[in-house]
């Protein structure tokens, strides 16, 4: 359940249903999650308790009826605990109030912000406190945080307290990950049922600090009825990978053929990356096809993968190359186009010809994508499985849009062009997403800033193109490798030291990291 990620009208749905059909009174579900967030802050505080201090800063809706149930817990261990009402008691309603009465009726210490001295004064306590509990604003959120909330969450983020954030840190959109003018900066966050879209996607999920997912009392029935479509990608199971070995008379042509077609001048070294990446993860027989007066150039760099020189005009693909590739892709497992391809008019056709004629998995990249833009429709009409991996940019250039509504979009956006063109959408950046044409999409959980470099796109291409050619399902291969590329470049890091990760580092370090993972 903790690898499921949901929207906010997911999430009330889930209460919904608890609530009305299997009949677990909201109060409940208010109570469970104020109780599992206080057993959390009561192992993080592993029983030091005499010089503890803790601010309880609460909103008038059920985020708030949270904070209240914490207090409570947490004036019942003892501990010197302030409890702040953003507003009045006359606000609260329904669960909260009843929470917030029982809280005031074993005595606990209840401050009410109405003016701006009363924040300033609320204020002096949150410096002087061990942690501040964030129970402000909740899922629902969809506008810039007004006042006084905005005042109250940028003096928490000034104050040098432990910041725990109940489900959501306050401020952040659950559903995209979009900062709403201001957000809790937290240490902690406790989330209740499923952690949240926005949460592991960026900015958000850089507020999150630590992320706990506690069990509500949502029925599993109820999860199993209709079950998350988007999952978390961590730790995922390697069995399947690991056991295409397991055959002792297999051999090359069990691993698969690869087909990458890409290099134009100035550009082979794209083309040689993705292939060498196909070849390390396993592929058994690479071939690229390149424009015929490179073909010298790529046969200097590539040893174990073999080239096809094909038509080219000045070194780049002619419009005649296009059926000669078509021919080579008769006997391929997989074929990838774009590293390096240049959009000249025989790349164009060449994307054109596959699409129309091959109806094998085909993996677009890069330039692929740059020619794919011009023409949409031919992803209506193909009848190959087609992988789409864009980065931002070449996202926005097929959507003809900004690259910067792209960011602030990117599940929807990337969710809308999987489903209306029935293809598979790698959308690169931190927090890589995968989308499946079926619905599912994967949250990936690997990478790092370092690896921001030249060629990393067309070692994903060889990764990805190797994995399908091996015969594993799209659905198992495609986040298997998008994981497997940043667990790589992670790796290095955590060896060497922050720096700049090549493509090429990476590419070498894959044989080590499926070692390590096999042994794990």
């Known amino acids: 359940m903790n690898r499921y990620l949901v929207t906010a009208k997911e999430m009330r749905e889930f209460d919904s249903v608890t609530i009305q059909e299997f009949g677990i009174p909201g109060i409940v579900l208010m109570e469970n999650a104020g109780r599992s967030t206080f057993e959390i802050l009561n192992e993080l505080l592993e029983d030091d308790l005499s010089d503890v201090t803790i601010s309880v800063v609460a909103g008038p809706g059920n985020n708030g009826g949270d904070g209240y149930v914490i207090a409570r817990y947490l004036v019942n261990q003892g501990l010197e605990v302030d409890t702040f009402l953003l507003g009045t008691r006359e606000r609260i309603r329904g669960d909260a109030k009843t929470n917030l009465d029982i809280l005031e009726k074993i005595g606990a210490r209840i401050w009410e912000i109405e003016t701006q001295e009363e924040l300033d004064q609320a204020e002096e306590i ?3 406190s061990s942690i501040v509990i964030d129970a402000i604003l909740g899922t629902g959120l969809k506008q810039d945080v007004r006042s006084p909330y905005r005042e109250a969450i940028e003096k928490i983020n000034s104050s040098e307290a432990f910041v725990v954030a109940v489900d959501v840190p306050s401020g952040l959109d659950s559903d995209t990950g979009k900062i709403l003018g201001v957000a809790i900066e937290a240490d902690l966050t406790v989330t209740y049922g499923f952690q949240k879209l926005g949460m592991a996607m960026y900015p958000g999920s850089g507020l999150c600090g630590q992320i706990e997912v506690v069990d509500i009392s949502i029925p599993q029935i109820a999860i199993q009825r209709n079950a998350p479509r988007v999952n978390l990608y961590e730790d995922p199971d390697l069995t399947d990978y690991f056991s295409l070995r397991s055959d002792p008379e297999a051999h090359k042509g069990a691993f698969g053929k690869i087909l990458i077609v890409g290099g134009s001048r100035g550009k082979t070294g794209a083309a040689a990356m993705a292939a060498r990446a196909a070849s390390r993860i396993g592929a058994g027989l690479v071939t690229v096809a390149v424009p015929e007066s490179l073909n010298p150039v790529l046969e200097n760099k590539l040893t174990e993968e073999m080239t096809e020189p094909v038509p080219d005009v000045s070194g780049y693909f002619g419009e005649s190359a296009a059926d000669k590739i078509l021919e ?3 006997d391929k497992g997989c074929v990838a186009i774009g590293p390096g391809l240049s959009t000249q008019a025989g790349s164009l056709k060449i994307v054109e010809t596959l699409l129309r004629h091959y109806s094998g998995e085909l993996v677009i990249d890069a330039d692929g994508l740059n020619c794919l833009a011009t023409n949409l429709n031919l992803l209506r009409e193909t009848r190959a ?8 940019g070449e996202m926005a250039n097929l959507l003809g849009i900004t690259v910067e509504e792209v960011q602030e979009n990117r599940f929807t956006l990337g969710r809308k062009f999987s489903d209306e063109f029935q293809c598979w959408l790698v959308l690169k950046g931190a927090a890589t997403i995968t989308f499946s044409p079926h619905g599912e999409s994967f949250v990936n959980t690997t990478g790092n ?11 994903l291409t060889g990764i990805l193109a190797g994995l399908i050619g091996q015969k594993l399902p799209l659905n198992y291969a495609i986040p298997l490798g998008v994981w497997l590329h940043g667990f790589v ?7 060497k030291g922050e720096r700049p990760v090549l493509a090429t580092d990476t590419i070498s370090e894959i044989p080590a990291t499926l070692r390590n993972l096999a042994e794990a």
């Open 126 to 128: 949150w410096n002087q």
């Open 489 to 495: 470049a992670d790796g290095i890091i955590e060896e």
């Open 449 to 459: 800033p370092w690896m921001s470099s030249g060629g990393q796109g067309d070692v």
């Open 328 to 330: 080579l892709c008769k």
């Open 385 to 392: 499985q087609v992988v789409l991996t864009p980065h931002p």
